[in-house]
């Protein structure tokens, strides 16, 4: 991960388990990555995952959302 650090959500708390069991096994340091349930619709959620992020990893440099991806639909740039 060359230093960064991933703070992954879904709106499914078993989603996130998931990805941060996944990852606990390749080796990365407990402390570059962490997971919470967040449903972007719900502003109590937002702001939640925001300070968690901040408070466990300092700030936020990228954000990356595929919130509303529909893969029923196709990648996103075709639709």
Not at 28 to 37: A, D, R
Not at 53 to 69: C, E, H, P, R, Y
Request: aromatic fraction near 2%; glycine fraction near 12%.
């Amino acid at each position: 991960m060359d230093g960064a650090k991933v703070m992954i959500s879904s709106r499914k708390s078993s989603n996130v388990e998931k990805a941060v069991t996944e990852l606990s096994k390749t080796g990365i340091p407990s402390g570059h990555f962490g997971g919470i349930q967040c449903h972007v619709g719900n502003k109590e959620d937002r702001t939640r995952l925001i300070e968690k992020t901040v408070k466990d990893f300092g700030g936020i440099d990228i954000l990356i959302s595929n919130a509303a991806a529909n893969p029923h639909m196709g990648p996103a740039l075709e639709v």
